[in-house]
Structure formats: structure tokens, C-alpha cells
């Protein structure tokens, strides 16, 4: 039977290659860090998630080994049948104090908490408002619930706002509601059912708190105060940003002030806390307390190792005392490392103010080759094409890190002008 399906999938890997958008695993011997081995290649390590080096710390390896000692390897369960260990309930307690939230639910990855959110929290007749560069999970977890979909600019108040007039300016739904011929019953169903003919019951604005293509950080207030003026949840995705941004690394939320005003916060364990996985959900107490009840990623799918969990417990609890001073050096880092660039005529994309340092080439084969020439020069970064980025906006996303030297950075930047020059992309 396959012989007959063969073909296409045949034809569809020639596609994406000819596209120029073919994504090639680069397999590591050994360690995460800022130098890797690939192959017989020596590498010096530019696009890991590990912003603080914390991912094959000694420190974090002692403790997952402890925990492993302590808990055992797995649970073997879902956390509502006999999946809850007590480090559990203790993560989560840790994660409401350390982000300044009333409660929290621990995910196997911050991918599955947000796409069990959504369809947890909205249904037909609420309204989802999110920003057009989330993350892929979040665009996953709102195709998986009933809640009508609006979909603004990137961080467009603007267009935020005339989204939500119109949205909240319809007609209160009437109780029961009018039956509805079944022709427009069905286009009503595919625009997210009936709720599009009246105001929403539930509103939710999604955001990223630092959108991880670009590095840009979404206008948290702005989006508080126009969640306040139309009766508005919001949820903040801080992937990126948890332990890395706001005065004392609480994330974009700390660093915006609205740490007490949004209603939802996601993030992962796998970035700048840890680099291994793990994520959550933390916030107002009844939503998380819904989410242990409903959410499917929680009720079906086997609670997160304890050994995880125990490390993310031991990175919170030792944060500010231990690991928060590598931020000072992330910061130095980054400013080095795209002033240096600046310098040489690159174009770079973000704000300066996060370690995600986008070099924008634009066209999807260009970022592929010059991706492909770093990497010959000992430097591995990734070029990033559609439909990872949009089309005619491919580049390589440099991500700096803590831990890496200012040789290293260098050295980097030297490989960037050579083969820059190279291929005409500076003078
Ligand atoms: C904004 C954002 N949300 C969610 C995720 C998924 O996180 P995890 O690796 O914990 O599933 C990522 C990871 O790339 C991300 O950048």
C-alpha cells in the first residue's frame, strides 16, 4: 500500500529542498555549551536556548542526580491517577512565589501547556485575540478550541484595539439563543461559532512576552490597559524572557510592571531555568485549578519526570542567590556582540535588549548558505526560513549566552564579516 504514497512524500522532501527551507539536525557528541562537537567538527555554539549556560552545569547535573536518587526515574503515570509527587506540588508552589502569581500547573514542556490551555479555558461564544507572531504552540492551542479568532499585528495597539470595539461592541447574546438556519449555522461554526454574531462571553488576549524570531518584547502595559478598558484576560507566553529579563529575571512581565495584572502565564523550564524541559502555567487560582481538571495535556500525558521537576525546583529556589548574577554578563554580552556586528553593516533585527540577536538576509537560500559557510568556519548558528519565519524574512537568529568568552564572540564576529564579505551581503 505505502508504494502508492511514496511519491508524494518523495516529491514533498524535494520541494522543501529546493526551496532552499531543508532543515539539517546538527548531531552534538557529547555536552550542550558554547564550543560542540558535530561530527569531527569543533564548534563554537551560537543559536542554544541557553542563555545562562545553566544547561550542563555541574551544579544543575548534581542536582537532577540527586533527584533521580531520591525519586526514581519515572512515574509511570498521569498526575490524576498516581502521577503527583510531593516535588510536584513543591515546583509549583515555587513557581506561583517566584513569578508572583496565586497558583501554577507543571507541563512536560511549555509547548504542552499551551496547547492544553485554550480549549481548557475558551469555548463557542468566547473570543481569542493573538498577537500574529506567537509562538507555534500558541497558534496550535487556539486552533484547538471553539473560541472565535481575531488576529492582530504585531504588537499593533491599534489594530488590537479596533479588534476589540468590534468584538465587544455586538449585541449581548440572548438567553436561549435564536435557532439558527443550518446553512449560516455552519459558516458561523467555521468562523468559531455563533459568538461572532454577538459579544463575547470570555475575552483572552495571547501574547509572547518576547517574540523568539525577533527578539522583540510585546508591549505588556499597553495590552494590560486595553485589557482592563474592554473587560479582557491576559495570557503571556515568557519563554524566552523567564530568568532572563526584568530586574530580578521574573521575565517581560517584571520588566513591563504587570506582574499583578495578567491573568495567565506560560513558560518553560527548557530555556534560561535549566535548558532541559519541563514548562507551566501559572496565575489566577481558579484557572489553574480548571486546568488540573480539563486540560488534556495534563489529564493524558504521563507527569513530568521528577528528576526535572526537582532541578527546576533547585534552579528557582537557588535563582537569586546563585544564578541570577549571570544575567549582568548576558546583557555585556549582548551589547558586545551586536555592537560588533553593527559596526561590520549587518542588519539586525530585535531591540537590543534581549540575547536573540536576529541577522536578517531576507531571501530563504542566502540564510541557508551563509548558515552553511558559518558552520564550515567553525561557527554554528542556523539559518532560519519559512514557515519557521515568514516568507522574504529568512535570517540567522544568534542567541548569546552567559557563558560564552569574548573570544568566542570574536571569533564569531570575525566568521560573520568573512563570510559576510564573501557572499556580498556587507562591504
Ligand atoms: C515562545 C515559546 N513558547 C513555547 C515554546 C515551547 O517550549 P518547550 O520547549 O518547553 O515546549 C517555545 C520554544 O521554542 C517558545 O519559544
Redesign the pocket.
Known sequence: MYANYQKQFEDELKEIKDAGTWKEEGVIEGKQGTEIKVGDKTLLNFCA?NYLGLASSDDLTRAAKEALDKYGYGTGSVRFICGTLTVHKDLEKEIAKFFGQEDAICYT??????TGLFETILKEGDAIFSDEL??A??IDGVRLCKAERFRFKNSDMGDLERQLKEATSRPEKPSPPAPLPSADAKAMADKGGEGSKYKPRRILIAT?G???MDGITAKLKEICDLADKYGALVMV?D??ASGVLGKNGRGSIEQAGVMDRIDIL?S????ALGGA???FTAGRKEIIQVLHQRSRTTLFSNALPPMITATALYVLQNFDSKFAQYRNQLEENTKYFRGEMEKLGFTLGGDGKHAITPVMLFEEKLAANMARALFEKGIYVRGFTYPVVPKGKARIRVQISSAHTKEQMDSTVKAFEEVGKEMAIIK
Open positions: 536556548n514542556s511549555c509547548f504542552d501547556a499551551n506567537n509562538h504552540s500558541i509572547d518576547v517574540f523568539s507566553d519563554s524566552h506560560t518553560t523550564f527548557g530555556k524541559g519541563g514548562g
